[in-house]
C-alpha cells in the first residue's frame, strides 16, 4: 500500500513506515490485512485470496451483515490481536 497515495486520497496522514522486506523503489508502508480468503467475487486475475471463484462465491454468501467479524460470529477460542488504538492508528 503506497503510503503518500493513502494520504492523498484520504486527506490524512499515514502514520507508518516503509515495509520490512520491500524491494528499495517499492513505496509501500507496514500494513496488516484485515480481510479474508475466499470471500471476494470480483475475479480479478492476479488475487491471491481466492482458491477458486466457487469458494469465494461459497464465501460470500455466508457473510452475514450483523456478525461480529468479515466472516461470520465469534466461536470463543479465537485469538484476538490489536494493531493500533480505538481510533484506526497503527
Same mark, same amino acid.
Do not use: W
Given at each position: 500500500? +503506497?503510503?503518500?497515495?493513502?494520504?492523498?486520497?484520504?486527506?490524512?496522514?499515514?502514520?507508518?513506515?516503509?515495509?520490512?522486506?520491500?524491494?528499495?523503489?517499492?513505496?509501500?508502508?507496514?500494513?496488516?490485512?484485515?480481510?479474508?480468503? +475466499?470471500?471476494?467475487?470480483?475475479?480479478?486475475?492476479?488475487?491471491?485470496?481466492?482458491?477458486?471463484?466457487?469458494?469465494?462465491?461459497?464465501?460470500?454468501?455466508?457473510?452475514?451483515?450483523?456478525?461480529?467479524?468479515?466472516?461470520?460470529?465469534?466461536?470463543?477460542?479465537?485469538?484476538?490481536?490489536?494493531?493500533? +488504538?480505538?481510533?484506526? +492508528?497503527?
Amino acid at each position: 500500500m +503506497d503510503g503518500a497515495l493513502i494520504e492523498r486520497i484520504t486527506g490524512r496522514p499515514v502514520k507508518a513506515g516503509k515495509a520490512k522486506s520491500q524491494r528499495p523503489l517499492c513505496n509501500c508502508v507496514e500494513s496488516f490485512d484485515i480481510g479474508q480468503y +475466499d470471500t471476494c467475487i470480483h475475479g480479478c486475475r492476479y488475487c491471491y485470496a481466492n482458491a477458486s471463484m466457487e469458494k469465494a462465491q461459497k464465501g460470500f454468501e455466508a457473510h452475514t451483515p450483523a456478525a461480529t467479524m468479515l466472516g461470520g460470529m465469534l466461536m470463543g477460542d479465537e485469538k484476538i490481536t490489536v494493531h493500533g +488504538d480505538a481510533q484506526g +492508528d497503527a
